[in-house]
DNA sequence: GCGAATGCTTGCACCGAGTGCAACAGTCTG
DNA sequence: CAGACTGTTGCACTCGGTGCAAGCATTCGC
């Protein structure tokens, strides 16, 4: 066993700091000549690595521009649930979602990836994938504000609520690429829900 | 040219008469081994073609089980129009999504197609590919139900609605197929739609 | 500090999806 | 029948991804 929360040991120090490597270099890959047209191993060589190191830190090319979004899905999860608990299901998920909202730090930007997003299929499919993943983990929380017993079979109710909002999500982020950065993502994203709302 | 109403020429002919033993092969042996465990090779012997032949009937092993959506979507998207001018976006896209509901004739069942999506990411992938398309091109006609101007600058509304109803139609699939193919998938939908709608 | 267990890197061989190309066979037209 | 056209096929290749085993560094128990 490791110590962990201790010092994280060299082992883990390097593995961190391979692992930023590998992400910085990929991204600026990517964002340069594209998603597709870049090659694993063009990543591994420039990173320094052999390629077949490369996928015992990335699961997958896909992966590296992803980040963890689980540990992301988890985050947002939790926003949900410090939500009141009287309040809609519509109106904590949209409140939880916004605090995806962050600073966005790091040479490539918001914008870049979401550029990455757009010409590459694949990126967009393991994206999506990931969604499927959130509704599940959101899917407890909803079902309570939808006030369904939680153990009810095949209810399809809460997964449609939260694939509604992670939906509004998406196309507001879309629609605020479209702009080039300049509308007001979150302004983009309230006007999607409340169009869906009716 | 090829005479395209005429008697449809012993070439598209026999190339129809592929393409179907094709999907009936392939099918077939998606339903019996699952569908990543079945390799395009096997497909194509058991077909009688040349695995190289395959991929000129089908652009992805995915493809065949995804049939052609794109035809689909244009049919929806006609049942979409010819909606009551008055109707309100989401109740034209709710009854338009309904004629999906269709006989499914063939050898392997909706169930059985269900559960291919279920256990293959990358079919699922390539289907929730497709609704993107389906944004667009429902787009249209539901910025005029919902009163945007047509050429408005990445409004994101109109594919936000879209995307929430496609999301409830997937919901109501799924929640069918854990179901057994016991509940109603009509009911299963418009539970889902009014969920969503709040 | 030493030896053993552990973990990381790497090369290698392999698989499966998908593509470009060129040769060949069948069909259709003049 | 000759020539254009179209579909089939094999071949070689690219790329993402995985299993395996050898080698090397680190860490842990004594």
Redesign the interface.
Known sequence: MEPTSETPSLRERTRRAVHAEITDTALRLFAEQGFEATTVEQIATAAGISRRSFFHYFRSKEDVVLGDLEALGRRVRDALEARPESE?A?DALREALKTLHAPGSGAVTALEIADMYADA??L???H??KH?RWQELFAPDIERR?GIAPGT?????????I??A???L???V???R??GGT?DPVD??D????????
């Open positions: 809609s519509w299929p694949s967009r499919a393991k999506l994938e499927l939808l079979t095949a209810d399809p109710r809460a997964r449609a609520v694939a509604a992670l939906a509004c998406d196309t507001a879309e629609a605020w479209e702009s509308a983009l994203f006007a999607a829900v409340a169009a869906v709302r009716g």
